[in-house]
């Protein structure tokens, strides 16, 4: 009989797990079931359809089941949820959301790929029309219709994480008033202080009012529509008009139907799997959003729920079930947003991280431009943390205007392979003055401790 392989979830991790099981085998039988109705689409692309910059939602979402079946002979079944896995009988049950009706289906390998829910903060007022969180293209087709619609000129987003900040640099890109309300005292709080602080500073010069170490209290409304949030802060409670709110505060894995085949979720909140995507439930594999990862640096579980590892750790496992030998060798983290004229960036440990991570940390700073000043180049700033015993880099932050992304991709690459301080100077990297400094940015990191 052929494999049959079952993978819950079509977006990033369960297409890949697919595509790659498909490429190593011809006879395997490959069916996705998905409660939603849209796959395989960039959900990182979605604040930017909000902004207006993609001007048809379709852009995001470019592959359909009929182009699966085509190029891969998948079967992806959108409108279909997996309610129940039966792990013993290796057995899930279905249900056709459209029909109603439940089915059962058998598998030889399992695969979750349930990705996260945004959370929904208990705040009252949470559920009034006007309020949303952007995790799909309806949500973000919905978010741009109430916009046109009902001519919206001030929002509120709740949140300063990167969804949250994508989210109101495109609102005040379409030209609407734009609070931000973040509980801790950051914007980006995963990142250093230091750091983050810039980017405050780079919200509030576009006139984003910033309230920080404050809480949304509750949110206000006709019954039809929000018309704003009280909020409580330093200053005490306040009251700020809105005819749209995005609530940005964090993701949950999709953990049911994992811990109802038996498979252990760890301490970050996702389950649990080896190198390859293994649960600890025979035949039970997950990938994506809804799995741990682990840290390159501490070597510690860890979950940072990113397109980029989704993609990864879904072709890993796709080949792992098909008889291949990839295996996912952990992650640093690394992420970039844009925020207004800034690029903002990190991968590994934070100086917090590595310093509750145990380590004697070197931090190291610099602040150079990306090109010459004679060709438009303009400061960025790099801070680094290096193991003051070994030298060794745990990982590196950097915020400017222009060519962030390819120092952090440069530092990514060097931390992954164990680089220490003084390897950063000695790269031969590229040098023109239309994109670096004889000396780049990511030499003058190797030297700061000369
Ligand atoms: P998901 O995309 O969450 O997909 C899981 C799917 O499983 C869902 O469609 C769900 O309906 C389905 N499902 C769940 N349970 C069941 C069930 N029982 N039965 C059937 N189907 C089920 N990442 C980056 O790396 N860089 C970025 O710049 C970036 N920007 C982002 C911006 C926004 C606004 C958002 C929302 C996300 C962004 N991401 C970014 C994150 C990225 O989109 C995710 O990491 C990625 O989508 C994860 O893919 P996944 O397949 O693991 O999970």
């Known amino acids: 009989n052929p494999l049959k392989i079952v993978v819950v979830g079509s977006v990033a991790a369960g297409t890949s797990v697919a595509a790659k099981a498909r490429r190593n085998t011809e006879t395997a039988q490959i069916t996705v079931y998905e409660r939603g109705d849209e796959i395989s689409y960039s959900g990182c692309g979605l604040p930017y359809y909000v902004g207006g910059d993609v001007e048809q939602i379709r852009a995001l979402t470019p592959r359909s089941p009929a182009w699966f079946k085509a190029r891969y002979d998948v079967d992806i079944r959108t409108g279909h949820e997996v309610v129940s896995v039966d792990a013993r009988a290796r057995r899930v049950t279905v249900k056709d959301l459209a029909g109603g ?21 208990p705040i009252p007022g949470v ?74 500073a780079e919200l509030r010069k576009h006139d984003v009012d910033l309230r920080l170490a404050t809480r949304v209290t509750a949110i206000n409304g006709a019954p039809r529509a929000v018309t704003g949030v009280t909020v409580a802060g330093p200053d005490g409670e306040a009251s700020v008009e809105a005819g749209l709110v995005i609530a940005a505060v964090g993701v949950r894995p999709n953990v049911d139907l994992a811990l109802q085949a038996g498979a252990r979720v760890g301490q970050t909140g996702a389950v649990a799997v080896d190198r390859v995507g293994r649960t600890s439930v025979d035949h039970v594999w997950a990938v994506g959003d809804v799995a741990e990862s682990f840290h390159l640096i501490t070597g510690r579980p860890t979950w940072v729920p990113l397109g980029s590892t989704a993609n990864k750790t879904g072709r890993v496992a796709g080949d792992a079930i098909t008889g291949g030998r990839l295996e996912h060798r952990g992650i640093l983290g690394t992420s970039i947003v844009r925020v207004f004229d800034l690029a903002v960036a990190q991968t590994g440990l934070t100086q917090t991280q590595a310093e509750a991570a145990g380590y004697d940390v070197e931090v190291l700073h610099n602040i150079k431009p990306d090109r010459p000043e ?22 590196a932050q950097a915020i400017g205007p222009s060519g962030v992304d390819k120092r952090i ?40 401790l000369d």
């Open 127 to 200: 559920g009034l029309p006007g309020v949303f969180t952007v995790r799909t293209p309806s949500d973000a087709a919905a978010i741009r219709g109430w916009i046109e619609e009902r001519k919206v000129t001030r929002a509120v987003v709740v949140g300063a994480g990167y969804i949250g900040l994508e989210m109101a640099e495109q609102l005040a890109h379409r030209g609407l008033a734009v609070t931000v309300v973040e509980a801790l005292d950051h914007a980006m709080a995963r990142m250093d202080a230091d750091m983050s602080a810039r980017v405050d």
């Open 101 to 121: 009706e439940t089915f059962q289906d058998t598998y030889d390998e399992l695969v979750l790929a349930t990705g996260v829910a945004p959370v929904v903060p």
């Open 374 to 395: 004679y060709l438009g180049g303009k400061s960025m700033v790099i801070k680094a943390v290096a193991d003051r015993a070994t030298g060794r880099l745990l990982g």
């Open 409 to 448: 991709d440069v530092l990514a690459t060097a931390i992954t392979f164990g680089a220490d301080v003084a390897d950063l100077f000695h790269l031969d990297l590229a040098y023109s003055p239309t994109y670096a400094t004889t000396k780049d940015p990511v030499h003058y990191t190797g030297m700061a």
